[in-house]
């Protein structure tokens, strides 16, 4: 991707001029985004990106610049400007690169820059029929993406690795109307895959999930307002935890004293039902790499077990400042952000009960069956995110679908009420954003029942 | 490769492989952005960057590639992946590029002073306003933000019809985030700031206002849940206005996306609402002479006295609307460059003291999950102040607010005159509006 003399002359020339660390990072992005509606293919993109970023660190201060002029003369210049902003030559030189071959553990078959174009609009009009077979839905859209990202990462410890990533989606939203009413159905699962991500996952099934949820939304009353108790289904339902608390445990708050959870480590946080991981190690998951963007091999790093705070999730920047090593987690959106902490495919891990057990053990409340998106403020640790398919629970049984419910809290407190947790473990995927960008992550948990929720919803 | 050579060398190539007529559209973007907390630069990126965007026409379809590398293989690489992207297009609607015809605004938009300050300075600034922060108050616990930024953008589009346009726009930012508390409940203080020059920015003035913020809010709490009057402070209601803008867009209103389709010319609102697409002011560092489609903004009331009177156009939806482009283009839709909002005769303070009983509304969080645009419904996490006879009483925090976007708008009763240019959370489209008074939202509390 980039000649290994002129990789080893930009790390140099970094510390020639300051600093005590010096890394590249290079990037080439091939990548695919397809979009249909109501069946017709309208617009076809395909992207090329290719850019360079070039990071110092002196002691625990950084400096990062970026640039797709990737000239011998344009990469030495930036380097040494990295190197000046660093200030104080440090008595540093840097490595011999020792080239190092990550196992790859994500095999791809079916590579999307190989496949026909017409390969993957076959699989939206899939989609696209599957969402359109419910009477009240007027109007579908379907998207399609890939990419293959080719990475190439060197450091003056003597890293030099390259690493591939795949990845390949389908995102389907259908509206449905009735009465004046129009509520959305969604569902956009992905996988760090080539093509071959649809002989598991079946494309018109993709586009009824999102069908039905409009379908059955738009007949919906609104949702209750006031706090109850919420029972949050498997899967994507595990953005609470990515909000409430994964975020949190990011060494970016964390290093700082900026986390509601910072210098909690071995104390209990959660209820003892909870546990919870981030694993980028599981193969061909949506949030997986086989080393993270500062070239570190990625790992399962247990968060919480039984209720007690266990880890936080640490790039090479913020293990300087915690004085902990790198658990693998140093992401970005591409080579121009620098990395920070990030989670990867992040869960609850499987609990005792059966998932009609924990909504027949509750008397009224919210079923939130499908989360949309949320967000959170990892220094006060306030969450919110929206239900985009919900049920009220009267009585132990299911009772009628709710739509617009919102559901707000604080991760920290919300963690130790969540009081039954289910045996059905399911991740999701999403975009994640934060400093560095946005990243593909997995969330996921089991079925889960939180004791109280403020639910925002209308007045009766 | 200068972009003149690739241009040509595209050109060329697209003409051999069969397009009718094509387009490419230079972005050349640079973004700077300093972050220090402790005294230490926690975050310093300093990114150039290009991409190239190409479009190319065959008949009535039109193929896409974008590329960041200038070289023959690039060129042939956009040309080829185009084509190929052309020939699975079902759509039957007609695609378009513009000829240059029509009148663009000469803006005075870049004077590259944001360029000239160096990374030393900027550090400098940044520590000034933790500083600043820090000795406020002693219940001032942590300032983990402290972050001044900048960038500049210069786009060129030129097509075989004969466009070619350029122009460049810059701006800055600064915002501060810190954490006050008295035991265990942090409360968060946050105040950004937009400016188009410099020497406008005041980190001082930034850091003062979050740490009173933040103290402000100590001992906040929920209430219950019901019917109340808001207050919504132009930063808020710049995030909630500026994400439902998207309903305006043509393209969502003729894919029936938009709870706004078939209201044309009809009141969607109270007399007292003016919305308006400004692309021309001076001081919005979001603002251009021309759209995407190299088509020329202008300044258009797209609410006037509660009245619908136009869509957001491109040359696309224009033509299958049997309409002219409003220049309003923004990649494959259309949406404002500037949301501005009519202000109205009373003071921010004036406005307080106007209503009887309300909750003041300083922040919203969780809008790009709980606004939807295709139906108008909104439910997010809000906090802010409760205010009673005119009076400031207590901070409020975790309650929700809910309704339909087109309800808040027949419900305002004030509009307020305290106009500033506020961030959306669209990097493409700065707001500037004053704060108004809504009657009869749904609140969930405790």
Known sequence: ?460 | MTFDEFKDRVFSVAKKKGFDHCQLHLDNTHEFEVMVCDGKVDRYKDARHLKIHFKGLKGDKAGFAVTEIMDEDSAGMLVEEAYENLKVVESPDKEFLHDGSGKYEDLKLYTGDFERLTGAEKIELAKKMEKVAKGYDSRIVKVPMNVVGHFGVTERIVNTLGLDVSFSNEGGYAYCSLLASEGDNPKEGFKAVVVKKPEELDVEEVARFAAEEGIKKIGARSLPSGKYTLLIRRNAFAQILGWFSVMFSAERVQKKLSPLAGKLNERIGVEKLTIIDDPHMESSFTSRPFDTDGYPTSRKRVVEKGILKTFLHNLKTAHKDGVTSTGNARGSGAGFMNIVVEPGLLSYEELIKSVEKCILIIDVAGIHAGCDPISGNYSISAEGFMVENGEITYPVEQITISGNILDMFKNISLVGNDTDLELTLSPNMLAYLPSVVVESVDVAGK
Request: hydrophobic content about 35%; some cysteine.
């Open chain 1, 1 to 460: 991707m980039l000649d290994r003399n002129l990789v080893m002359d930009v790390l140099d020339a970094v510390l020639h001029e300051g600093g005590d660390f010096a890394e590249i990072f290079v990037e080439r992005k091939k990548s695919t985004s397809i979009a249909m509606t109501n069946g017709k293919v309208e617009e076809a993109t395909s992207k090329l990106e290719f850019g360079v970023g070039i990071r110092g660190f002196r002691e625990d201060e950084q400096i990062y610049a970026s640039t797709n002029d990737v000239s011998r003369d344009a990469l030495i210049s930036l380097a040494r400007d990295v190197g000046k902003a660093l200030k104080e030559k440090k008595d540093v030189t840097a490595k011999e690169l020792e080239k190092v071959t990550p196992e790859n553990r994500h095999l791809i078959r079916y590579r999307p820059d190989e496949m026909g174009k017409d390969e993957k609009v076959r699989i939206m009009h899939l989609a696209h029929e599957g969402a359109s077979s419910f009477p009240t839905i007027v109007q579908v859209v379907v998207r399609y993406w890939d990419y293959v990202q080719n990475v190439l990462i060197a450091n003056t410890e003597g890293t030099y690795v390259e690493d591939e990533r795949v990845r390949t989606r389908l995102m389907v939203s259908a509206v449905a109307s009735k009465d004046g009413v129009s509520e959305r159905g969604y569902d956009g699962p992905g996988a760090g895959m080539g093509l071959e991500f649809f002989e598991l996952v079946d494309p018109k099934e993709v586009g009824k999930k999102a069908g039905r949820m409009a379908h059955k939304m738009v007949s919906a009353e609104f949702a209750p307002a006031g706090t109850m108790p919420v029972i949050i289904a498997n899967g994507f339902g595990g953005v609470i935890f990515h909000e409430a608390c994964g975020h949190a445990l990011e060494a970016t708050s964390v290093a700082k004293g900026a986390s509601v959870f910072a210098g909690k480590l071995g104390q209990k946080i959660a209820s003892e039902v909870v546990s919870a991981v981030d694993d980028a190690t599981i193969p061909n998951a949506w949030g997986s790499a086989n080393v993270d963007d500062e070239g570190t091999p990625t790992q399962r790093t247990v968060l919480i077990e039984n209720g007690i705070l266990k880890g936080y999730l640490v790039d090479k920047f913020n293990s300087r400042k915690m004085g902990v090593p790198s658990t693998g987690s140093g992401r970005r959106e591409s080579y121009r952000y620098p990395p920070t902490s990030r989670m990867s495919n992040t869960f609850i891990l499987p609990g005792e009960y059966h998932p009609e057990e924990i909504i027949a053990a509750t008397d009224y409340g919210l079923y939130a069956k499908t989360m949309g998106g949320g967000s959170v403020n990892p220094g006060t640790g306030e969450f919110n995110f929206a239900v985009i398919e919900g049920y009220l629970i009267e009585k132990g049984r299911i009772t009628k679908p709710v739509r617009g419910a919102i559901l707000i809290g604080k991760g920290w407190e919300v963690i130790q009420k969540i009081d039954m947790v289910g045996n059905d473990l399911a991740r999701g995927q999403g975009m994640c954003g934060s400093i560095s960008g946005s990243i593909p992550a997995d969330v996921g948990q089991p079925t889960i029942r939180v004791s109280e929720l403020i639910v925002g919803g209308r007045n009766r």
